[in-house]
């Protein structure tokens, strides 16, 4: 009988309309499916993008299609928490590294690094191929291309067929451009990581790991690039709209 299991989606819940799937291993599930051939658009949920996609409607419809929305922001985990649903953070940054980390291993899973400044996605390729020498590096290329060089850049990624296909152009452009390409490489995990370039090419730090168990990973990324903290408005919004859902759940029923 032929193994369907892969194609199947993990349970998923609903968080101010937008949907985050449940797991405690993502990257078995992402790797079962890549291994027989089923191609992923992941999205690393966190509460700004909440606030952005419902306030539009193609962010929303992309984030509805992809096949994992992971838990990526400790406001993610909070409102989970309120729904009774225990849920561990899970970052894009890490889910990036576990993806190359396993595919440092296997020749066949070439990588694409895409996004990011031009000296910075070359740090970040080279800090990956020193780290792991058999990691196959299927192309390299900044986020700031002309239509020409990107046109150029889309035929390179459908010649390679990268296995993994890690997209820094930030939220939503890194979406809408998955979105978009996806079918050249059907097969492939594609994945939205943000700002990990940068902190790869060591030009941005991570928030330190006790930071991070106290769910302050936003504030550290706030210290470090004041200009965020316009973007940061979003996260007060969606802890009042997401204990607000709540409380009307609760309402509702009694
Ligand atoms: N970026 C890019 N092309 C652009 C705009 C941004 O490659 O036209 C890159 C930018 O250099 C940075 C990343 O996208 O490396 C965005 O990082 P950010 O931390 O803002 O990600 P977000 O939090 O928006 O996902």
């Known amino acids: 009988m032929p193994d369907d299991r892969p194609s199947e989606l993990l349970p998923q819940f609903p968080i101010l309309g937008q949907p985050v799937h449940l797991s405690n291993d993502y990257v078995s599930w992402l790797l079962d499916r890549l291994q027989h051939g089923i191609g992923t658009h992941v999205v690393t949920m966190n509460a700004e993008i909440v606030i952005y996609a419902n306030r539009d409607p193609e962010l929303s419809s992309i984030i509805h299609n992809a096949q994992l929305v992971t838990p990526d922001g400790s406001g993610i985990i909070m409102a989970l928490k309120l729904h009774n649903v225990v849920q561990p953070r899970y970052a894009g940054i890490d889910l990036g590294e576990d993806l190359l980390r396993w595919a440092g291993n296997q020749e066949q899973y070439p990588v ?131 204990i607000a859902e709540r409380i009307r759940g609760q309402d509702k029923a009694h």
């Not at 590096?137 to 990624?157: F, N, P």
């Not at 706030?222 to 709209?241: G, K």
């Open 112 to 242: 694409f690094f895409y996004g990011g400044k031009p000296q910075i996605v070359q740090q970040a390729a080279q800090k990956w191929q020193t780290e792991l020498p058999n990691l196959k590096i299927a192309g390299v290329e900044h986020g700031y291309l002309d239509a020409e060089a990107e046109s150029k850049l889309l035929r390179q990624i459908q010649a390679t067929q990268p296995k993994i296909i890690l997209v820094a152009l930030g939220m939503p452009r890194q979406e809408i451009w998955i979105r978009d390409n996806f079918h050249l490489c059907p097969q492939a995990i594609w994945i939205g990581v943000g700002g990990s370039f940068d902190v790869w090419s060591g030009v941005k730090n991570r928030a330190p790991q006790y930071i991070r168990n106290l769910d302050l990973e936003w504030l550290y990324r706030i210290l470090q690039e004041p200009s965020r903290w316009r973007r940061a408005l979003a996260l007060p919004q969606f802890a009042i709209l997401a």
